[in-house]
């Protein structure tokens, strides 16, 4: 996967280099160097095979646009959660 493609697949996926980091487990700066194409940072073929089932779904398969109307405006909850990390953005569960 050459690294214009990670970066497509990226945002066809609608996530930032980081959160590709966190889904994968790894440092943020590993993806950074996939993304520029440094020297010694080939992305691994099994990674570039998964974001692309990604984004082909995504591209696809994109999110219902009628669900909630023409015109409306997100609910104050999504707009507080933009910019906030992914575990914010989990429900939280009641564990005890």
Do not use: F
């Amino acid at each position: 996967m050459t690294p214009t493609r990670l970066r497509e697949c990226l945002e066809a996926v609608r996530w930032s280099q980081r959160e590709l980091a966190a889904a994968l487990g790894c440092n943020d700066r590993v993806v950074r160097r996939w993304a520029v194409g440094a020297p010694g940072y080939a992305v691994p073929e099994s990674v570039g095979e998964w974001l692309e089932v990604l984004a082909t779904t995504h591209i696809r398969h994109p999110a219902p646009s009628d669900w909630r109307g023409k015109g409306a405006a997100p609910h104050h909850h999504e707009q507080e959660l933009r910019g906030a990390p992914l575990e914010s953005r989990r429900p939280a569960t009641d564990s005890p």
